[in-house]
């Protein structure tokens, strides 16, 4: 159910964003992050890699910090739309490395 809320969100933003004059860089911001999260997803769940995985969270967050700062310079509505994402962003981050703590020798078999 998470997962629809914020993808709904996430695409009022763009669409808000991509109204806008000049918004081709914070929409390509916005596909990089959307693209990220699909390498997340299959490296957690798929390939089982935690550390990978752990990397990929990282790198994601900072893609939806930097998305949101991109909106904000377009649309201020549309950059509070992906704060959901950004909170849900830290949470699996902090989540992604508890597991890795707990199972230091893991890549999850």
Do not use: C, K
């Not at 918004?23 to 911001?29: D, E, Q, W």
């Not at 700062?69 to 377009?74: D, G, I, M």
């Not at 981050?93 to 199972?103: D, K, T």
């Amino acid at each position: 159910m998470i997962w629809a809320v914020l993808y709904v969100l996430m695409s009022l933003a763009a669409s808000r964003v991509a109204a806008q004059p000049d918004s081709a860089f914070a929409l390509g911001l916005w596909s990089l992050q959307i693209a990220i999260s699909t390498l997340w997803s299959a490296a957690f769940f798929g390939l089982h890699r935690v550390r990978t995985g752990a990397v990929i969270i990282a790198v994601l967050w900072a893609a939806v910090l930097t998305t949101t700062l991109a909106f904000l310079a377009h649309d201020g509505l549309a950059a509070l739309m992906m704060v959901p994402y950004l909170a849900w962003g830290t949470f699996v981050l902090a989540l992604n490395i508890s597991v890795l703590r707990r199972n230091p020798q893991a890549e999850m078999t």
